[in-house]
C-alpha cells in the first residue's frame, strides 16, 4: 500500500504513524496488523476501595474516600493516556477511544471506570452485540442512567430511552414513547454490588407481559438487545456513526448502505466491518483526506507518540484534557464530546497551535482564567492570564530516529497541501530541523487528520 493511503488508514484506526511504522506497516495488510494487536487491560492497583461501604465510615473517612477516589480516578485517566502514546495495538486503542465516545458515560468512580473501559476494550472489535450487553450491564452506565432506580414498580426510564436514540437506533427512528416506557420495564432489576459486578435482582424485576415492537411476551433486557439487533435501522444507525468518525463528517448513503449490509449480514461483527472499510477503494479518495479535525485526545496522543512524551507531572494531562474540554470518563452529557468543526472556535485553535511549541521548548502556558461571577459579577480579575508549566518529558532524537528520511510534509500533512501552506513554506526558511517541525505542526493543518 502506498505511504499515503497509510498514513490515512491509520490516521483514521490510530494516532497516526512515524516513518519507521510505516514501513513496518506497508508490509502489512490491514487484517494481518490487526491479527497481531492484544487487547491491553487498563489495570491500576485499586484494592483500598473495594468491599468499602460509604455508610459505615465516619464523616472524616467518607471524605478520605472520596479524596482517594478522585486520585485514583486521575491515576487511571493518565494510565490511558500512556497506553495510547506507547501501546503497539493502535488499532485497538483507537476503537476502545470510539466506543467510550459512542457509549458516553461521566463515571465518578474509578474501579466502575476501570471496569467499564476494560468491558469495551473486551469487544472493541468484536461482536457489537456482546459490547452492547457489557457496556449496559456495567455499574458505570447502570449508575450514569439509572437503571438502579428502575424497579417493577417505578420503572425508570432514562436507559431506556438512551438505549434507543443514542446507543442503537437514532432518534425516533423505529421505536415509540410507548416502546421506551415498555423497555423500561423489561431492565428492572438490573443492578451492581459494591465491587461494580452486575446481578440480576428478580425480586425488583417486572415479570408481566411486555409489548415491545410489536412483540409480545415476558421479556427481559437481554431479550430487548436482541429485539433492538434484528432491526437492520440498528446497524445502519451504527454504521453512519462509524461512517463520520472514519471516513468522513458528511455522511454519503451509498457508503452507509454499502457498511449497513456488511454489518447486518455479518450478524454485528466489528473487525469484519472496519476491515471493509480499509480495504474499500472509496475510503481513500481524496475527499475523505484530511477531512476531519483531530479531538484533542487525538491531537495529544499523536504528539505524544510521535515525541515519545512522558508526563512528569500527573496533573498535566488533566491540565490539558481540562483546557479543552475532552477529559476521559467526563464527556459534558450522554451525547459524548463535540465532534469535528465543534473542537475549533476563535479560542481553542489559537491554543492548539501554541501547545506543540509550548511542550516542545519546555514553556509555560499561559490561559485566560475564568472570573468568578459567583463570588463577585464584577470581579475582572479573571480575565488575568494564568500561567502553567507542563511537565512533559519528549525526546527529539527518538523523533529524528524514527523519522529518518521522511518528508515532514508527507507525514504531517499527508502530502495534501493547501495554496496557504504552499505558500508558508516558500516564503520561510528554518534554521534548523527542529525549528522546522515546531513550525509544520504548529499550522492549522495539523489540527486534520
Not at 494481518?32 to 472524616?60: C, F, G, H, T, Y
Not at 448502505?257 to 477503494?281: C, G, P, R
Not at 490539558?320 to 476521559?328: A, E, K, S, T
Not at 518528508?407 to 530541523?433: C, H, Y
Request: hydrophobic fraction near 35%.
Amino acid at each position: 500500500m502506498q505511504y499515503k493511503n497509510l498514513i490515512h488508514l491509520y490516521n483514521r484506526f490510530g494516532f497516526g504513524l512515524s516513518g519507521t511504522e510505516l514501513r513496518r506497516y506497508s508490509k502489512l495488510s490491514f487484517e494481518q496488523a490487526l491479527k497481531q494487536e492484544k487487547v491491553q487491560e487498563l489495570r491500576i492497583n485499586l484494592s483500598e476501595l473495594r468491599n468499602v461501604k460509604p455508610k459505615d465510615l465516619s464523616d472524616m473517612q467518607r471524605k478520605e474516600l472520596l479524596k482517594k477516589s478522585k486520585e485514583k480516578l486521575m491515576e487511571l485517566n493518565v494510565e490511558w493516556m500512556q497506553q495510547m502514546i506507547s501501546s503497539t495495538s493502535i488499532i485497538q486503542q483507537k476503537m476502545s477511544f470510539f466506543w467510550h465516545h459512542h457509549f458516553a458515560c461521566i463515571i465518578g468512580n474509578p474501579i466502575f471506570a476501570q471496569n467499564f473501559t476494560n468491558g469495551i476494550r473486551k469487544h472493541a472489535t468484536g461482536n457489537f452485540r456482546d459490547l452492547l450487553l457489557e457496556v449496559s450491564k456495567s455499574a458505570a452506565m447502570i449508575n450514569f442512567l439509572n437503571t438502579r432506580q428502575n424497579r417493577k414498580r417505578s420503572p425508570n426510564e432514562d436507559f431506556a430511552r438512551e438505549l434507543c436514540e443514542l446507543f442503537t437506533l437514532g432518534r425516533d427512528q423505529e421505536y415509540t414513547e410507548n416502546d421506551v416506557q415498555e423497555i423500561a420495564r423489561c431492565f428492572t432489576g438490573w443492578n451492581y454490588n459494591a465491587n461494580g459486578e452486575f446481578f440480576f435482582n428478580l425480586k425488583q424485576h417486572d415479570q408481566g407481559s411486555k409489548t415491545v415492537f410489536g412483540n409480545s411476551g415476558n421479556f427481559d433486557g437481554e431479550d430487548v438487545i436482541d429485539l433492538i439487533l434484528e432491526k437492520k435501522a440498528c446497524a445502519r444507525f451504527i454504521c453512519d456513526n462509524i461512517y463520520r468518525y472514519f471516513v468522513n463528517p458528511v455522511a454519503d448513503q451509498r457508503y452507509i448502505e454499502e457498511l449497513t449490509q456488511v454489518f447486518y449480514s455479518s450478524n454485528y461483527d466489528i473487525k469484519k466491518l472496519i476491515i471493509h472499510i480499509a480495504n474499500s477503494d472509496w475510503f481513500y479518495k481524496e475527499k475523505n483526506i484530511l477531512a476531519r479535525i483531530k479531538s484533542p485526545m487525538e491531537f495529544f496522543v499523536g504528539l505524544g507518540r510521535q515525541f515519545k512524551l512522558t508526563n512528569e507531572n500527573p496533573k498535566s494531562w488533566l491540565t490539558l484534557q481540562r483546557i479543552f474540554d475532552q477529559v476521559l470518563y467526563q464527556p459534558p452529557n450522554v451525547k459524548g464530546w463535540k465532534e469535528n468543526q465543534e473542537w475549533i472556535d476563535s479560542n481553542s485553535l489559537p491554543l492548539r497551535l501554541r501547545i506543540p511549541s509550548i511542550i516542545l521548548t519546555n514553556s509555560a502556558l499561559e490561559i485566560n482564567s475564568k472570573p468568578d461571577y459567583d463570588s463577585n459579577p464584577n470581579d475582572m480579575a479573571g480575565r488575568n492570564k494564568l500561567s502553567r508549566k507542563l511537565d512533559f518529558g519528549h525526546d527529539w532524537g527518538y523523533f529524528f530516529r524514527q523519522n529518518e528520511g521522511m518528508d515532514f510534509k508527507e507525514l504531517f500533512f499527508n502530502n495534501k497541501i493547501s495554496p496557504q501552506l504552499a505558500t508558508f513554506l516558500q516564503n520561510n526558511q528554518f534554521d534548523s530541523q527542529m525549528e522546522e517541525v515546531i513550525q509544520l505542526i504548529s499550522l492549522p493543518e495539523y489540527q486534520l487528520n
